[in-house]
């Protein structure tokens, strides 16, 4: 089994910034080789998709709601994936959750999410 913990959410003035960290344990063996991906969900909307990278970090893709100003990166040694947040807006305000799956269109694991609130 994989456990995802996602942390290094918070309150936020817009034009502020965050660092998102995810963080894999126990089996993880399980996820050599997936890709990682964020995914955020305001209140009375759907999730949606926010960014996503690959395993060895060559390939990433991001919502055009946050395309110059997320930056998705990883640290395989460390099972950790990381959403740099610059120039926050109070529409980023959400849950932000990471996720590990086969391809950036496939995810199986699922972490339980870190608030984002951005006042303004």
């Known amino acids: 089994q994989v456990q995802l913990a996602e942390s290094g959410g918070g309150l936020v003035q817009a034009g502020g910034s965050l660092r998102l960290s995810c963080v894999a344990s126990?089996?993880?063996?399980?996820?050599?080789?997936?890709?990682w991906g964020w995914f955020r969900q305001a209140p009375g909307k759907e999730r949606e998709f926010v960014s996503a990278i690959d395993w060895r970090g060559a390939a990433t893709q991001y919502a055009a709601s946050g395309k110059g100003r997320f930056t998705i990166s990883r640290d395989n040694a460390k099972n950790t994936v990381y959403l740099q947040m610059n120039s926050l807006k109070p529409e980023d305000t959400a849950v932000y959750s990471c996720?590990?799956?086969?391809?950036?269109?496939?995810?199986?694991?699922w972490g339980q999410g870190t608030q984002v609130t951005v006042s303004s």
């Open positions: 126990g089996r993880t063996s399980s996820i050599v080789g997936l890709s």
């Open positions: 996720a590990a799956g086969s391809t950036f269109a496939t995810f199986k694991y």
